[in-house]
């Protein structure tokens, strides 16, 4: 797969959502230590809620399906995880508006205009404990994977699944952080030696991508 069309982004949100669902007491674990213990839960219902929104979505425009995404999480998902997750989508919505497909370029430019997003509206930096600190090296993957040789003509998937690798990595490399964003960051040096939950839900998203651009 080199490209992904409307179809792909669908059934992306589709796996999400079960991913979500499926993980939603580990994320609310991750939670309860530097959290108000309900970040899978909020996770869960956001994505269940786009996923019954899904089947009225025009499938011809990546764009619109990508907004329609981050507006139905900025209404549902509690918590700081709302704005900024709404952001994340309806930023790369705007970037891929009226785009019939993605290729790796459309795609990197779509996260990165998402993460520049998230970065606004939390405040936000890179080792502030916070989903930045796993989009921000996924970025950076798709980025990198765009300036490799070849890179045009290679599977999507590939890439993805370097981007996931690198999201997975950020968000492990939370444990040690202090935060110093949201709800984590009242709790000052107590907050180190866990591991960030919207680090690690952002790396279930992107993971969940990877595989189905893979498929």
């Not at 179809?7 to 796996?15: D, G, K, N, R, T």
């Not at 309900?38 to 869960?44: K, V």
């Not at 919207?198 to 893979?214: E, K, N, P």
């Amino acid at each position: 797969m080199q490209t992904l069309s409307g179809e792909h982004i669908a059934a992306w949100i589709e796996s999400a959502a079960e991913v979500m669902e499926r993980e939603k007491m580990f994320l609310t674990e991750l939670d309860a230590p530097i959290g108000d213990s309900d970040h899978g839960t909020n996770m869960a219902r956001g994505f269940a809620a786009v996923r019954a929104r899904l089947g009225g979505l025009d499938r011809g425009d990546v764009g619109a399906i990508l907004r329609e995404v981050g507006m139905t999480l900025l209404s549902t998902v509690g918590g700081a995880s709302g704005p900024l997750y709404g952001t994340l989508f309806r930023d790369a919505g705007q970037r891929a508006a009226g785009a019939a497909a993605l290729d790796l370029a459309a795609l990197a430019g779509c996260l990165e205009a998402g993460l520049d997003g998230v970065k606004r509206r939390g405040k936000a930096s890179p080792g502030d404990k916070t989903m930045v600190d796993a989009l921000g090296p996924a970025v950076d993957a798709l980025k990198a994977a765009l300036s490799a040789p070849g890179a045009a003509d290679g599977p999507l998937g590939d890439a993805l699944g370097r981007a996931a690798e690198a999201a997975r990595a950020g968000a492990e490399a939370t444990v040690p952080l202090v935060a110093r964003k949201g709800r984590a960051s009242y709790l000052g040096e107590r907050s180190a030696g866990h591991q960030d939950p919207g680090a690690t839900s952002c790396w279930l998203l992107l993971r969940s991508l990877a595989a189905t651009a893979g498929a």
